[in-house]
């Protein structure tokens, strides 16, 4: 490769202000509420005609790249972009000195700079950008940036940053949240049979599989347009506006193609850099993220280390827990603070605990920063929980679903933060549920297919050393945002006659990420207005906002505001037909028509003529409060839970693993689509499964080892189970429809319910998550101190597909 | 960066001696990587995929020749019989996308310790065969190797295959990875029995700076047998025997801690699946019911 | 350099190809054919799964020069026109399609294994799959949308 020559498309003549046209939504056929209502994106993603954030394209686009920091805590001496700019096919090379407004960003905190400026906190931090005409003259460009570090020590755990010799990371300190719940008299309380354990979490990613990407368009007035994956355009805007010094209207963002989200699309990655490189070259400017950049891109799930003390009567009833729960929350905080909360609170279980004292802590550290994923804090304090009720378990003698029934919290009681239990609060139904649906047959281990036994096709048993094991879990979730948030979602719907036939469009600015919102807001609007034909519009930031799709809240919220602003135009019929028709009595809509005491009046076709109704709601749901200094509040919204069996074959000689099934019994208030039920659960276990089993970021002295799917293990479709589900419908009565949000409880006791099983098949204790083969066979799995020194004979690099040298 | 398209194995010689830099690519499955991800900018590279002569093989003097071109999935369907251990390893590659591209020869010319086709042409004695301009030579796998990512390659010189004897005995392939597919190997373990010259071969893979055979074990495994008159009487390996095989080949290992496992996990576990194999592959000699 | 080669029965000619891209690169940005995806560039995930001469393989991992005068079928190429082919009839009926972003992968590899295996039990279908990875569904309803093509298949 000669260098100096661009490798781009020569670049043409420079289309004046380029734009994109906004995207027809498609009008859909849905179902009601409750029945199966297949996908409207369905068929555009089998003929891989959807569009996705990195399929974006545009004339005359630009392509940016980021330059990284290789050290995970280091002083920024000097910084030379002369040779780079110098290139030819850069447009342009931008530095924190570049960014128009706010320097730092964040969600909770603004505490992460855009660009780096003085300190890197972490491997992997964004210190310039690059906008070039090719992807490759971008990435030689970055390394034409002469950066001079002056290499720091790096905090690497979050017990080095509690010391009080550590470095401060943060103007604030080391401590980014500390949560105490406090409840009956823990301090004094005994108890006859007591049981301690130390339990740990390995940092877990999302891995989406659509790598973060974007394409921001610059208005030719000073404002951009930004087309981006994301889980919560209104928050992306507001970061992306103050950073480059823009009023919020002329940010204007559009939600492309999700390639999945998980939490990992919560905070901003490549968001401020493209509109800021777009404004720069006044040209469109794409930047996507390859899978290494991936894992430096976005937050991961905290890792946690934690010490519980269980207390209980020698006949099983639980007295008190003691808890603490250390949580790494890496170099920013992201959403930390909220996910300390969660975990402090979460922390008992969904149990009848008498006394409680739980310490919850976050820390910065010179770690990747770590926030939301899928279960949110619960997914820590869960296994910790539930490990402990097994060992109480065995401490008594006892059946561990038997403990966990004789423990059970009910409505009424109060969980150890004060809020009282609502109603329902099936935690007993579930763990029978799930305990009573039939084993699966225990089939023989000789002749088996050996695909059918632990490792696979990889051939290494057919059937020595297999034993099988059986464990339960069962877990709680809050459902949307906590804590006095003013959590909502504001849905913009519009009923007109269009091609002689009535068609809503629901407008709203919720993220589709693969969940299927866009088909339940479809439904919604059907069953509300009882009109065939339904579009959702594309979300993007011309409504209000609909909030983040975390929190398992969308469905909840989003779909409170469509049906809200779906009974307002309702309303607005009936009014009309009272008036224009002096219809009385009881009025209802199906089938395109309105109808009265179940017969049909007038057509909506006819009752609306040209007209068009539109309405707009807002929906916040009810009020939550901040915890009190005891970590006492009703905090939370609503409570989801969920309950798993896990059958695993344990090869006990060598620790590798089949899970042969799981079962699971949830709670979800009401079904709404089938299909798309099954499919969040089976989804989410799979990642349970995950954090079960493989999936770990491994960092050493702060510093990344595995950033790719080489060694970054998925589950794949060898190592996932059939999945069999009880699904119990107990209405909330103060949600839409009586739902609960469903996408996180399958994440959260799906792990520990399978280490369970490990362990029964094992015998070994298992307090670290994932499990690896050598704890099962009882080997110490300790990571070595140090990584072993690159060069030493090659060794370290046996295999790595990606560090392979050229030869 | 110059992209060479020789479309015979002759033009493919000169161009490699004419450009001994260029990095020579075809099922892609290693150079991409570093390709893509920029990690590697080679000034060319040299594309052998139109090189008929690298996909073909055949029986030559006794012996299979195998073009270094064959993939895995072509492996598996069109030699598996009669290179059963190799049949078994190149299932464990990747996936079905990855077995249709990738290929022992790449497998040689990045000579890493992990490479699944590795082990089992260790284990039957298997010799590379390169060419250039000035002629062919053939060399022993295990020197061919001659560390962690290194060969026996001159800069002018190209793989062209790999002669081996067709299985005379029962063959077994097993590895170690932390999930059931699509994984690189932990670490594992190839067998082949040789009843002809009453020999035992293995190979440990991914558990030392190359593929390592465990001679200790075969002279052991050989003696036991011959002692017990076994490959005549066709009698079972005491279970001790067994035991000290595995302990013996987990002794030749020389594994690292890193990413994906422990030392002392990959001793303990290639030493496990030594035993087993054995176990497998002497049932199978001795031709107990479904041991194949 | 100039690359010419067949996408979907079409010949299509490309210019001033860097000769470091893949195959899956000239797709996605030179042909306008963004169906395959991009999601780990490694061939760990299936998601660019195209078939090349008829063999199933990951274009990430084929250098765009390789492909010169060679066939190539794409996710686009599998359906006849407007009506979809049989597999994606069966993924989207299935429920085996959330984010979607594997999908295209996994409609080509399993084109693949109902053409070489039209009746697959359980195991062979997650041997044949193992290189498609699914970070949402749990692949359960991937598994149901393979049966229910291969029924259809098979009548």
């Not at chain 1, 980021?66 to 290139?87: F, G, K, Q, V, Y």
């Not at chain 1, 940010?251 to 699309?265: D, E, H, K, P, Y």
């Not at chain 1, 290494?292 to 209980?312: D, I, L, N, Q, W």
């Not at chain 1, 298992?766 to 101190?785: A, D, N, W, Y």
């Given at each position: ?91 342009a ?95 004094g ?88 490189l777009a ?71 969904p ?73 329902p ?75 002689g036939?009535p ?34 519009e ?50 209802s ?45 009703d ?18 000689e ?74 119990l ?79 | ?38 990690r590697?900018r ?27 071109g ?18 078994r ?8 996308q ?50 962690p ?8 010189e ?95 290992a020389?594994p ?11 001793r303990?576990?290639v030493?496990?699946l030594?035993?087993?194999?054995l176990?497998?592959a002497?049932?199978e ?8 | ?31 306008e ?33 390789q ?74 309803k ?14």
């Amino acid at each position: 490769m000669t260098s100096g020559v661009p490798i781009g498309v020569p670049a043409g003549a420079m289309p004046p202000a380029p734009t994109r046209e906004r995207p027809r939504s498609p009008v859909q056929r849905p179902g009601r509420v409750g029945e199966e209502s297949a996908r409207i994106d369905g068929v555009p993603k089998v003929r891989g005609e959807f569009e996705y954030s990195s399929d974006l394209w545009m004339d005359g686009m630009l392509h940016g790249a980021t330059l990284r920091s290789p050290h995970p805590h280091a002083n920024i001496r000097r910084m030379d972009t002369s040779e780079a700019e110098e290139m030819a096919g850069v447009h342009a090379v931008l530095t924190h000195e570049d960014v128009p407004g706010r320097k730092v960003y964040g969600m909770e905190i603004p505490d992460q700079p855009v660009l780096a400026w003085e300190r890197v906190r972490y491997q992997g931090e964004p210190v310039a950008v690059v906008a070039a005409d090719h992807p490759e003259t971008a990435r030689r460009a970055l390394e034409k940036i002469r950066v001079e570090y002056e290499v720091l020590d790096p905090v690497t755990s979050a017990e080095e940053a509690m010391r009080e010799d550590a470095p401060k990371l943060h103007l604030s300190g080391n401590v980014l949240r500390r949560v105490k719940v406090l409840h009956g008299q823990p301090a004094g309380a005994t108890a006859e049979v007591v049981v301690a354990g130390e339990y740990e979490v390995g940092m877990q990613d999302q891995a989406f599989l659509g790598p973060e990407s974007g394409l921001a368009v610059p208005d030719g007035r000073g404002g951009v347009d930004l087309h981006i994956s994301t889980q919560w355009l209104h928050i992306d805007r507001d970061q992306v506006a103050e950073s480059l010094g823009l009023a919020p209207d002329e940010v204007r963002l559009t939600l492309s193609g999700v390639g999945g989200a998980f939490g990992g699309r919560e905070d901003l990655s490549m968001q401020i850099h493209s509109c800021m490189l777009a404004l720069e070259t006044g040209r469109p400017v794409r930047m996507v993220y390859n899978r290494e950049e991936s894992f430096y891109g976005h937050v991961h799930r905290h890792p946690c280390k934690m010490r519980f003390e269980h207390g209980a009567t020698r006949d099983g009833k639980l007295v008190y827990v003691r808890a603490g729960l250390v949580f790494d929350g890496g170099a920013y905080a992201s959403s930390s603070n909220a996910v300390c909360l969660n975990a402090a609170t979460f922390a008992c279980g969904p149990y009848d605990v008498p006394h409680a004292q739980i310490e919850s802590h976050m820390l910065y550290t010179n770690n990747p920063p770590c926030g939301a994923m899928r279960g949110f804090g619960a997914v820590q304090a869960c296994f910790a929980h539930e490990s402990q009720m097994d060992r109480l378990a065995g401490a008594l003698g006892m059946d561990p679903i038997d403990l966990r029934l004789k423990n059970a919290i009910e409505p009424g009681m109060r969980f150890p933060f004060g809020q009282e239990v609502p109603h329902p609060a099936p935690v007993r139904e579930i763990l029978k549920k799930v305990k009573d649906v039939p084993m699966p047959e225990e089939q023989e281990l000789a002749g088996r297919d050996p695909r059918e036994l632990p490792g696979g096709v990889s051939n290494v048993t057919r059937g020595e050393g297999v034993k099988r094991g059986v464990g339960y879990a069962v877990g709680f979730k809050n459902i949307g945002f906590s804590a006095g948030f003013d959590d909502y979602s504001t849905a913009r719907v519009t009923l007109a006659v269009e091609g002689g036939e009535p068609l809503v469009r629901v407008h709203t600015a919720a993220a589709e990420v693969g969940q299927g919102l866009v088909t339940l807001q479809a439904q919604i609007a059907r069953t509300e207005l009882g009109v065939e034909r339904v579009a959702v519009e594309p979300a993007d930031t011309r409504v209000g906002s609909a909030g983040s799709t975390s929190a398992s809240r969308q469905s909840y919220v989003t779909g409170a505001a469509v049906e809200g602003a779906c009974a307002a135009i309702r309303e607005h019929l009936f009014e009309r037909v009272r008036e224009e028709l002096g219809g009385n009595g009881d009025l209802s809509l199906d089938g395109d028509e309105v109808l009265s005491e179940g017969r049909v009046i007038v057509s909506l076709v006819d009752l609306l003529g040209d007209e068009e109704i539109e309405e707009t709601l807002e929906y916040h749901h009810k009020e939550t409060h901040p915890l009190d200094e005891n970590g006492q509040g009703d905090a939370h919204l609503q409570f989801a839970f969920a309950a798993h069996r896990a059958v695993v074959e344990v090869d006990t000689e060598l620790g590798l693993v089949r899970v042969v099934e799981i079962a699971t019994a949830q709670d979800v208030g009401k079904i709404m689509n089938p299909q798309a039920l099954e499919g969040q659960i089976e989804g989410g276990i799979a990642q349970g499964l995950g954090l079960a089993l493989m999936e770990e970021i491994q960092v050493k002295s702060g510093k990344v080892q595995n950033a790719s799917f080489t060694d970054y293990l998925l589950p794949t479709i060898l190592d996932m189970p059939s999945v069999r589900m009880e699904i119990l419908e107990l209405a909330d009565p103060e949600a839409p429809y009586g739902l609960k949000g469903v996408g996180e409880p399958p994440t959260i006791s799906s792990t520990p319910a399978i280490v369970a099983a490990l362990r029964d098949a094992t015998g070994q204790p298992l307090t670290r998550i994932p499990v690896r083969p050598e704890q099962m066979v009882g080997i110490s799995s300790k990571p070595p101190e140090e990584p072993p020194h690159p060069g030493s004979a090659g060794y370290a690099e046996i295999g790595r597909l990606d560090e392979r040298p050229e030869h | 960066m110059e992209f060479i398209q020789p479309l015979n194995l002759a033009e493919a010689l000169e161009a490699k001696d004419a450009h001994p830099e260029a990095v020579p690519i075809r099922g892609g499955t290693d150079v991409m990587v570093g390709l893509n991800f920029a990690r590697s900018r080679p000034a060319a590279v040299l594309d052998l995929s139109r090189v008929e002569e690298l996909e073909e093989w055949g029986l030559e003097d006794g012996l299979l020749r195998v073009g270094a071109g064959v993939s895995y999935t072509r492996i598996i369907e069109e030699i598996g019989g009669r290179l059963p251990g190799l049949a078994r390893a190149s299932r464990t590659v990747g996936s079905p996308q990855i077995r249709n591209r990738g290929t022992v020869g790449g497998n040689l010319g990045t000579a890493s310790p992990a490479g699944d086709g590795l082990p089992p042409l260790y284990a039957s004695d298997a010799e590379v065969e390169v060419v250039s301009t000035r002629g062919s030579r053939r060399i022993p796998v295990a020197d061919f190797i001659s560390g962690p990512k290194r060969n026996a390659l001159a800069p002018q010189e190209l793989i062209s295959a790999f002669y081996v004897a067709e299985a005379g005995g029962p063959q077994q392939y097993s590895k170690i990875g932390t999930r059931n597919a699509m994984v690189i190997a932990v670490c594992a373990f190839a067998l082949a029995l040789h009843p002809e010259s009453g020999r035992v071969g293995t190979c440990v893979g991914s558990a030392g700076p190359t593929p390592l055979r465990a001679e200790e074990a075969e002279r052991f495994m050989r003696g036991v047998l011959e002692e017990g008159g076994l490959w005549e009487s066709r009698g079972a390996i005491p279970e001790a025997a067994l035991r000290r095989f595995g302990e013996l080949v987990a002794g030749a290992a020389r594994p690292i801690d890193d990413v994906r496992g422990t030392a002392e996990y990959r001793r303990h576990s290639v030493g496990v699946l030594a035993r087993r194999a054995l176990g497998w592959a002497w049932d199978e000699y001795r031709g107990v019911r479904g041991a194949a | 350099m100039r690359l010419r080669l067949v996408v979907n029965g079409e010949v299509r000619e490309v210019d001033d190809v860097w000769e470091g891209e893949s195959l899956l690169y000239v797709l996605r940005e030179r042909l306008e054919l963004p169906g395959s995806k991009n999601a780990c560039e490694q061939g760990e995930c299936g998601s660019c799964s195209v078939y090349v001469d008829g063999s199933l393989v990951c274009s990430c991992l084929v250098l765009a020069g390789q492909a010169e005068g060679r066939e190539v079928v794409t996710v686009e190429g599998i359906s006849d026109g407007d009506d979809l082919h049989p597999v994606q009839r069966a993924f989207v009926d299935a429920g085996a399609v959330q984010c979607g972003f594997c999908t295209p992968g996994f409609v080509v590899a399993t084109h693949d294994l109902l053409r070489r295996n039209p009746d697959p039990d359980e195991a062979d279908i997650r041997e044949a799959l193992a290189g498609n990875l699914c970070r949402c569904t749990g692949y359960e309803k991937i598994l149901d949308a393979v049966r229910l093509a291969a029924r259809g298949a098979t009548g």
